[in-house]
């Protein structure tokens, strides 16, 4: 639901997602009565879009998913409400958004040790960081954090790369994640087959999965209590300023309305590179394009395999990920499981919206369904119950993230092209936006190798975790 004030909608709740994630409607919709209570901001919102004059705002940030509400989050709690801060999000229900259709997971088994901190601070702000930036406003921060830890599994042409990036994860303070053979794999997970396994790596904390709903509605809400505006209306264009150096003066939305900027935030997802482009042909695009990624929700009705011997997965079973890249974890209890794979390259096209509404079945009948029997006997017999899709913000150059100025833009911070790890290290990079917008530099962790001179240089920055 929505409330007209002036020529714009301010956001007041949320609406179903039509995910098959079975507890959420409660939250969504305490989340709409604890913002439609927001009155006061409302009008606050009715004054700064009037048509009586140009609209204005201070920091304006496009994208109000989980990127985007997490800088909102942690601009308001290092400033004062003198800042006007405004999200504008296209659609208040959030019904293609990214995290709410993925698989929720969080972990430090990176090679790359930004990548690992990022992480390192994202479980940190799930256990006890986004309570304490929420203080003082009446939101619920139990985001459904099970620590049941990430499985990666590697053959004999993975193992030296597995121990070389565990060695990493270890330098970067992550020491709580531990090398197995198979031996040491069969007896902790005997629902496991190591047939063509030589190693893995198991996180026995501070990994496993939560509910991205619950994350992104926390840190929504957080930041709307502390005084951020939530604006339902598409970003269609920018109106540019050379005076003094490239910049954006003013953005276009979807009705006409024309808000002026001090600072604009790309946190827009898989659209990162098509606003980026608003900005005109003489900048450097950001090559970050939608690509689509499926969800299969399923029952293992089998206690035990066709052997006789081999257990069922256990309903805390790690998120595990085969060396095929086929992964898989519990969800909830009695027997049920999400699993996922990405496309092979040449069957990962960019898409719209409109391919979302279907998942690709036949990559789960090809691929993850024989992976999955195979690695765990007891799933040779499922049924699959649900399926979804979403989008993946896939940066074309090295399927990492961008973080910071946009070089040819002076007033464009680029917080996007996360490529399957946005979800985890939203609080991360939220908090190093705040740092840069309002202290002019990183204080906590430094991004900078995530900066988009790479992108300017043409050097990729690859992860092999």
């Known amino acids: 639901p929505t409330h007209d004030i002036g020529s714009l909608q301010v956001m007041a709740g949320v609406g179903c997602l039509g995910r ?15 913002a439609i209570g927001n009155c006061r901001r409302g009008a606050a919102a009715a004054r700064l879009f009037c048509s009586g004059r140009r609209p204005e705002c201070d920091i304006a940030i496009v994208g109000g998913g989980v990127m985007g509400a997490s800088a909102a989050l942690h601009l308001a709690s290092m400033t004062d409400s003198s800042k006007r801060i405004v999200v504008f999000e296209k659609d208040a229900t959030y019904a293609k958004a990214s995290a709410p259709r993925s698989a929720g997971g969080i972990r430090q088994q990176f090679s790359l040790p930004v990548n690992i901190q990022l992480s390192m601070y994202g479980v940190e702000f799930l ?19 099970k620590e049941n830890g990430y499985l990666l599994l590697a053959s004999s042409e993975g193992e030296a790369v597995l121990r070389e990036n565990v060695a990493t994860q270890h330098g970067a303070g992550a020491d709580w994640i531990r090398l197995l053979d198979a031996a040491a794999l069969k007896a902790q997970f005997p629902w496991l087959s190591t047939d063509g396994i030589t190693l893995g790596a ?4 501070n990994e496993g999965y939560f509910d991205p709903w619950a994350m992104l509605q926390a840190m929504r809400k957080g930041a709307m209590g502390k005084g951020v505006t939530f604006v339902e209306k598409s970003v269609q264009g920018f109106n540019m300023s050379s005076s003094g150096g490239l910049k954006i003066q003013s953005l276009r939305l979807a009705d006409g309305t024309e808000v ?6 790309n946190a827009a997802g898989a659209y990162g590179g098509k606003l980026v482009s608003l900005c005109g042909d003489q900048v450097t695009p950001l ?4 690509r689509k990624r499926c969800v299969f929700m399923f029952h293992a009705g089998a206690e035990v395999a066709t052997d006789g011997i081999t257990p069922r997965p256990t309903d805390s079973t790690p998120l595990t990920i085969d060396p095929s890249g086929v992964y898989f974890r519990s969800e909830g209890s009695r027997g049920r499981f999400l699993c996922g794979v990405s496309p092979n390259p040449e069957e990962d096209p960019d898409c719209d919206e409109g391919d979302l509404d279907y998942a690709d079945h036949n990559l789960f009948e090809e691929l993850i369904w024989p992976t999955l029997a195979e690695r765990a006997p007891a799933l040779e017999s499922i049924k699959v119950e649900s399926s979804w899709a979403g989008f993946y913000e896939y940066n074309t150059l090295d399927q990492n993230g961008v973080v910071g100025w946009h070089p040819d833009v002076s007033n464009l911070l680029v917080a996007c092209g996360f490529s399957g790890h946005g979800l985890q290290q939203a609080p991360g990079v939220g908090r190093a936006v705040a740092e840069l917008a309002l202290l002019g530099g990183y204080r906590t962790l430094d991004l900078s190798v995530l900066g988009y001179e790479r992108i300017v240089r043409g050097e990729p920055l690859f992860e092999r975790g």
């Open 20 to 34: 098959a994630a079975r507890n959420r409607c409660q939250a969504r919709a305490a989340a709409c009565g604890a």
């Open 127 to 145: 256990k006890t960081g986004l309570k304490e930036l929420c203080a003082g406003t009446d939101v619920d921060t139990d985001v459904q954090f």
């Open 287 to 290: 090559p970050v394009v939608p």
């Open 260 to 265: 002026s900027a001090g600072m604009v935030v």
């Open 202 to 205: 198991f996180g026995s904390q």
